[in-house]
């Protein structure tokens, strides 16, 4: 499976991108512009006839304005040689300070330290990032006229002369409107969230906050996964395993689990102690006590059951593999849960697979409850029979199924029988604004820990938070 989706990555990437000889396969329309110069209401760029200007990717906008130019290959003009892209947006800055993580700088040492060396293009002092092969951006966030600035490189050659030229005939014309932008994430105020009870059907649902000693912010929204062993919480966030310690009203942290590569996703636990790491196209990782004791190759997203004696392999396709574990072995077994369509999520407790998918026959998002054998023994949706969001979470408890819809951002519950009970929003269970439920397990005394991200209110930064549920 791994070795066929890297083949379909790979021919994805051949012809989705048209740099470093790539094909450039409807060949773009040019300016016929004899000054060689492309003007917006935020920049003109100035340019020699080795360049060609793309207008079909021309904007001009009050608040954002882009340019694409490309260096042909003189030997086949299906191909470019170069393709730069100039843009300036205004927006508040969040974009920004992604971008800045994303390509390697610390937001700390770039504001309060003014830590790195900077470009000056068009007047405007700008960032570099090389990323040591085909790309080159300069780029930077110019806070008095609220924009962000990028010039953007994906070439053959990112030391070609021509790029240099370019850049020269840059000019910006950015107002400084006295925009003053809000704080970073260490002058912002953290997450915070009094405890809630929300009476659903015959039950109340009550719901407690518990920080993080230090609290985690994210430019990643969705992918953050969580699991339990006694009074330890494991938190995996953007490809780090750490290991917090739960005293009942804060997670402590304690240590960190250092991983072979840097984007699994899903953790789980099982009875006797083991953690399960896997997603990213990488190895499943058995883990005890903080050591990997076990790997196991070609299994894509595994949904263990708590046991640790078998599990689901499963990617996107309704075709899974039930996983018999053996000591470093298993063996997998095709099973077709043929309800379901495209497959978003799976969990699995002591008695039923859940899989949260699409359904075949297009009614929605719905969850298909399973045996060990692939054999359908329930449908949940929601009041009106309709489809769901995306479901990240799914258990039975004695009182029924209680679920976590992160696309629709509420919590549902059915009774044992699948006869829908309630749904209840995140705003009158948490006190949040707009969040993802990524994850959640249960604790050893039943209650649930679900972690989710939201922004916080001043904007500052997108925190990873954690809340116990119990009352269901």
């Known amino acids: 499976m791994k070795k066929l989706l890297a083949v379909l990555l790979a021919l994805a990437m051949l012809f989705s ?3 470093c000889g790539d094909d450039n396969p409807d060949k773009p329309k040019t300016s016929d512009n004899s000054e060689g110069s492309v003007e917006t209401s935020l920049f003109t760029v100035e340019f020699d006839d080795d360049w060609i200007n793309i207008e079909e990717d021309f904007e001009d906008e009050e608040d954002y304005c882009a340019a694409v130019l490309q260096v042909l290959d003189p030997e086949d003009d299906e191909y470019y040689l170069i393709e730069a892209k100039i843009s300036v947006e205004i927006e508040e800055p969040y974009d920004f300070r992604e971008d800045l993580v994303d390509y390697g700088f610390n937001q700390y040492e770039y504001k309060e330290n003014k830590a790195y060396e900077t470009v000056t293009v068009g007047s405007v002092e700008l960032l570099e990032y090389d990323d040591g092969d085909d790309t080159l951006v300069y780029f930077n966030r110019v806070e008095g006229a609220n924009a962000n600035v990028y010039v953007e490189f994906d070439a053959v050659d990112i030391n070609d002369s021509r790029i240099d030229t370019l850049l020269e005939g840059i000019t910006f014309n950015l107002e400084d409107v006295g925009n003053v932008d809000g704080p970073w994430e260490w002058d912002g105020e953290e997450f915070y969230a009094d405890g809630t009870s929300v009476n659903a059907g015959a039950f109340t649902v009550e ?20 699991a339990a062993i006694g009074d330890r919480i494991y938190v995996l966030t953007e490809g780090e395993l750490n290991v917090c310690h739960y005293n009942g009203t804060e997670l402590v942290f304690v240590e960190k689990i250092d991983l072979p590569e840097d984007d699994y996703d899903r953790i789980e636990s099982t009875s006797d102690g083991r953690l ?4 990213g196209m990488n190895d499943v990782l058995c883990i005890k006590d903080g050591n990997i004791v076990a790997t196991y190759e070609d299994i894509d997203n595994l949904a263990i059951h708590p046991s640790g004696t078998w599990g689901v392999d499963f990617f996107t396709s309704n075709e899974c593999n039930i996983i018999n574990f053996s000591g470093n072995t298993f063996a997998a ?9 495209t497959v978003m999520h799976i969990c699995v407790d002591e008695n039923n697979i859940y899989v949260c998918a699409s359904a075949a026959d297009d009614s929605g998002h719905k969850v298909f409850i399973y045996n060990k054998s692939g054999v359908l023994q329930k449908t949940l949706c929601d009041a009106e029979g309709e489809g769901l969001g995306s479901v990240t979470f799914i ?9 976590f819809d992160g696309n629709m951002r509420d919590v549902l519950l059915w009774d044992n029988n699948g006869t829908f009970i309630e749904e209840i929003s995140d705003r009158d269970l948490f006190s949040t604004g707009y969040p993802w439920f990524c994850d959640s397990a249960v604790l050893d005394d039943g209650t649930i820990i679900t972690i989710m991200t939201d922004e916080r209110e ?3 930064a997108t925190e990873l938070v954690a809340f116990i549920v119990r009352g269901f």
Do not use: R
């Not at 609290?215 to 996964?225: A, C, V």
């Not at 399960?276 to 997603?279: C, F, I, N």
């Open 17 to 19: 991108f048209a740099a």
């Open 207 to 226: 719901t407690q906050f518990v920080p993080f000693e230090s609290p985690i912010t994210t430019f990643e929204t969705f992918e953050h996964s969580v």
């Open 395 to 403: 258990t039975q408890t004695a009182n029924g199924y209680i679920a």
């Open 458 to 460: 001043d904007k500052s």
């Open 333 to 341: 077994t095709p099973v077709v849960f043929k309800e379901a369509k």
């Open 276 to 279: 399960w790491v896997s997603g």
